[in-house]
């Protein structure tokens, strides 16, 4: 344990030797020590006397290692209001402020980091992706997406974030992509089979309302013939959307009163009796 020299009057070589200590603790790894010394260093300092920047953020940063979040906050505003603009701040403060849960201050101290510099470290636009879509800031979390660390856009968090996004947005296309990528991860997933089990049955409902419509208007045998053919593709889309209600009807249990809904008009577009009495059980 490096010893403090005590306080006494304000002398150059007290001062010296204050600044001394924390330099020696900080070179041994001691940083709780080094951040008292700091403190003792600034303390003793004459009133007329600016330490300058780069002292404030070096003693700064051995508080942040010390464990004194609020001390390493402190010595940063010092160095930053004496012109200090190292990156190293901003990613070392955002860091303090996401351990404290401000979410703002951690925002503010990325984005400058961004905005001012060479962004060397990838993941900081991960984070910042995560706090965009954590605060419904859409626009701005599609944004940054071609920035995201390859690595992160191929999780199933940020496809699913993605894929949320795009949905907000009407991006259909995108979503698309974004839920056959999350299919293939996980079969399982909720959100991205609900959104083909609707899209299918949408399409198929779709042509089936416009063809009996073109039908009722202009019973021909030629108009029956292309009705025949219109309703068989529909079919197919309404199958489609079948395949992905089963799977969910299995994985999302509590949602069966909804999807009840959907496959039991698909039964009766398939005149199966049997099947849309069964669903229609579950309808609340």
Not at 229 to 237: E, F, G, P, Y
Request: hydrophobic letters at 35%.
């Amino acid at each position: 344990m490096i010893l403090l020299v005590a306080a006494g009057c304000r002398t150059a070589v007290n001062i010296a030797s204050f600044r001394e200590n924390a330099e020696t603790a900080e070179a041994a790894g001691d940083y709780v020590v080094a951040t008292e010394a700091w403190k003792f260093y600034f303390s003793q300092l004459p009133p007329d006397a600016d330490p300058g920047d780069t002292l404030y953020a070096r003693a700064a940063h051995t508080a942040f290692r010390g464990g004194d979040a609020f001390q390493a906050i402190e010595w940063f505003d010092k160095a930053r209001d004496r012109g200090y603009r190292h990156p190293e701040m901003n990613l070392v403060l955002a860091d303090i402020y996401r351990g404290q849960n401000n979410l703002s201050q951690e925002l503010s101290e990325l984005e400058y980091y961004v905005e001012n510099h060479e962004v060397e470290q990838p993941d900081v636009y991960r984070r910042l992706f995560d706090i965009y879509y954590t605060s419904n800031r859409t626009e701005d979390a599609m944004g940054i997406w071609d920035n995201v660390p390859d690595v992160y856009k191929g999780t199933e968090q940020g496809l699913d974030r993605y894929f949320e996004l795009n949905k907000k947005l009407s991006n259909e296309q995108k979503a698309d992509s974004a839920s056959l990528e999350l299919l293939a991860l996980n079969p399982e997933h909720v959100g991205a089979l609900e959104w083909h089990a609707q899209k299918n049955y949408e399409k198929g409902e779709a042509r089936y309302q416009r063809e009996m419509k073109r039908y009722e208007a202009k019973r021909t045998s030629g108009s029956y013939q292309t009705l025949l053919r219109q309703l068989k593709l529909a079919s197919v889309d309404f199958r489609k959307s079948l395949d992905y209600f089963e799977k969910l009807w299995e994985v999302n249990p509590e949602s069966r009163s909804e999807y009840a809904v959907y496959m039991n008009n698909i039964h009766v577009r398939f005149n199966d009796k049997s099947k849309a009495d069964y669903y229609r059980k579950f309808i609340n």
